[in-house]
């Protein structure tokens, strides 16, 4: 009963590097979404995909990409990681339906040195 | 685009006595609205959500919340806190005609014994 898992759990990185956070559930979800959460300021959307082959901008995008070739997988680049990208990052994902709620991992803690 | 407002960034509050947690949203059409909970460390878990019929919803852990349209409120209340109700409590709001949830700030329940 897996869920939602995420790797890694934690990473640093130096700025200008370039990483994937890797994401992936085991439920059969359409749709699946990247937040990345800061003080004091909630989940902010980063990108999100409503299925295989589709994904779109959220709120904040920027330095961001993602692809979802298979309806489990939901990678998250990090282009040339900035310290602003310090933060944790959060995936999830969700059935069909409106009022279905999201369902989400454990979170990847990166800091950008 | 729908928004989320938290009022309070920290609350205190003893084991034993009631706890409310205020959301107030915005948004144009019936919201879909969840309250997610997250302990240190971990990703969030759904509390409970509403999107139609009785505005009082019966949640997990004791939690209900009730949704007043003519207030745009959703608070979150429980009668009687234990001390594993430490957590941070984050509301949401998800639009009638996508899938993309915006969330508050939080709110940081501190549990005194």
């Known amino acids: 009963n897996a869920g939602v898992t995420q790797t890694p759990k934690f990473q640093v990185l130096k700025t200008g590097q370039s990483m994937t956070l890797q994401c992936a559930q085991d439920?059969?979800?359409?749709?699946m979404s990247w937040y990345r959460q800061d003080p004091g300021m909630g989940l902010r959307l980063i990108h999100y995909s409503v299925g295989a082959g589709i994904t779109d901008q959220g709120e904040v995008p920027n330095g961001y990409n993602v692809s979802r070739s298979t309806t489990e997988d939901f990678p998250l680049r990090l282009l040339s990681a900035a310290p602003s990208q310090t933060s944790v990052y959060f995936c999830a994902s969700k059935p069909q339906g409106r009022n279905q709620p999201q369902h989400f991992g454990d979170g990847t803690r990166l800091s950008i040195l | 685009a729908q928004s989320v407002t938290q009022p309070d960034i920290h609350i205190t509050v003893s084991e034993g006595a009631s706890l409310e947690l205020r959301c107030n949203y915005s948004?144009?059409?019936?919201?879909?609205l969840f309250w997610y909970v997250q302990s240190p460390g971990q990703g969030l878990q759904l509390l409970l959500k509403y999107f139609s019929g009785d505005t009082l919803v019966q949640g997990i852990k004791g939690f209900e919340a009730e949704f007043k349209r003519s207030q745009s409120s959703f608070n979150l209340r429980k009668p009687s806190v234990h001390w594993s109700d430490a957590a941070e409590y984050f509301c949401a709001v998800g639009a009638s005609n996508d899938y993309k949830l915006s969330f508050g700030a939080g709110t940081t329940v501190t549990v005194r014994a």
């Open positions: 439920m059969n979800h359409e749709y």
């Open positions: 948004y144009g059409a019936t919201p879909y």
